[in-house]
């Protein structure tokens, strides 16, 4: 069930980025700030795209109650996939034949990696320790990447705000986990008396502002393998320390998990770097 949902919302967010830019590209005119805000209002299309972007939210909360953060994170890589699939069937671009081995490459690693990894055990609700140590330690690493991201060169800039994004998409994942588990065990009301749900509203706005700010300063080239790759790394690091999840400690397994995730991040470099540059249906291969 956790895969299925991890896959739903993964095929709902290349729908909601699919949608959301053909919307705000299709105005009659060139419009900007709040007429554009009310051009898209008014928009089903984007519309649409909205409340599947919520439902990504929806089925990725699913996900994590009934399986370990590092497996969902992990794939919901295969966003970039979906949104090929969607490049060539919806919006009708010509994709090369490269652009598919290298996503054929992603779900290769990706599936090697999901059935390599296999975590084991695990506690629903973390202690107040670990929390603590998890969010000072990868928080403090994204605002200080945040901080460096001020000054550098495009391509630094924008791997930075990527960076530090995904580390905080990746803390975001525990905060959805942690607020559904308690509102599975003790109802909305005991919901809204924890941190958990407005550590998912604060870091929601958080890791948004820090997206558009890598996709504002530099090349998408360079943002987006580092979104798309660093959240899952961390994800697992954060399984181990919060949520106590353990692994097989066989050399050769723990090598090829390794080589596994490698070979998946192999594919989402060649799959960025060869798929359309935008979503112009005219863009040729």
Not at 243 to 252: A, D, G, K
């Given at each position: 069930?956790?895969a299925v949902?991890?896959l ?31 051009y ?5 299309l ?6 599947v972007?919520?439902g ?21 890589v ?7 699939v ?8 010509s994709?090369?034949?490269?652009a ?10 990706l599936?090697?990696?999901v ?8 506690v629903p ?11 000072l330690?990868?928080?403090?690493a ?17 791997a930075?705000y990527a ?20 509102l ?7 919901t ?12 929601g ?8 700010a890598?996709?504002h ?11 798309t ?5 961390v994800s ?12 097989t400690?066989?050399?050769l397994?723990?090598?090829?998990s ?9 594919g989402?470099?060649?799959l ?5 540059p935008?979503m112009r249906p005219?863009?040729a291969?």
């Amino acid at each position: 069930m956790s895969a299925v949902f991890a896959l739903l919302a993964a095929l709902c967010n290349a729908v909601y980025v699919a949608t959301q830019h053909v919307a705000s590209t299709s105005s009659p005119v060139r419009v900007s700030g709040v007429r554009l805000v009310a051009y898209l209002l008014r928009s089903p299309l984007w519309l649409f795209g909205l409340a599947v972007g919520i439902g990504a939210f929806v089925c990725q909360a699913v996900a994590l109650r009934h399986g370990q953060v590092s497996i969902v994170q992990t794939l919901l890589v295969t966003e970039l996939v979906f949104g090929l699939v969607l490049r060539k069937l919806w919006i009708g671009q010509s994709i090369r034949a490269a652009a598919w081995a290298a996503a054929a490459l992603t779900c290769a690693g990706l599936g090697a990696f999901v059935a390599i990894d296999e975590p084991q055990g695990g506690v629903p609700s973390p202690t107040t320790r670990a929390w603590v140590s998890a969010v000072l330690a990868w928080g403090g690493a994204a605002a200080l990447m945040a901080l460096a991201a001020r000054f550098g060169s495009p391509a630094r800039r924008a791997a930075l705000y990527a960076s530090a994004a995904a580390i905080i998409w990746a803390l975001e994942a525990t905060f959805i986990k942690a607020t559904v588990e308690t509102l599975s065990a003790a109802g909305l009301g005991a919901t809204f008396m924890r941190w958990p749900i407005y550590a998912v509203a604060a870091g929601g706005v958080a890791g948004t502002v820090l997206v558009q700010a890598a996709l504002h300063v530099g090349p998408l080239s360079v943002s987006q393998p580092l979104l798309t790759i660093v959240d899952p790394a961390v994800s697992t690091i954060l399984s181990v320390w919060l949520f106590q999840e353990h692994y097989t400690r066989s050399p050769l397994s723990v090598a090829s998990s390794v080589l596994a995730f490698a070979v998946m991040c192999a594919g989402v470099l060649a799959l960025t770097k060869l798929a359309p540059p935008t979503m112009r249906p005219l863009d040729a291969s």
